[in-house]
């Protein structure tokens, strides 16, 4: 159980990213030209924001199949 729920959050982490950069990608024209720190941080904080959201996606989605399981034996 614990494999399954690592593998889902590592999958959402990347695909959250991906669709992050993306939008980040999309609003780009309309900043003004950065550094190549700022480009890093801004980096890293799409990383920790995909990962904090992807944690509780994962956290609710196996909450959810455990009382789904449990309301079924009841």
Not at 49 to 64: D, V
């Amino acid at each position: 159980m614990i494999k399954v729920s690592l593998l889902l959050m590592a999958v959402m982490t990347i695909v959250l990213a991906m669709g992050m950069s993306r939008l980040d990608a999309r609003t780009a024209a309309q900043r003004p030209r950065e550094g190549l720190a700022a480009r890093g941080k801004r980096g890293l904080n799409r990383w920790v924001n995909a990962a904090a959201i992807a944690a509780l996606l994962t956290l609710f989605s196996m909450g959810g199949r455990h009382w789904f399981r449990v309301w079924q034996q009841g």
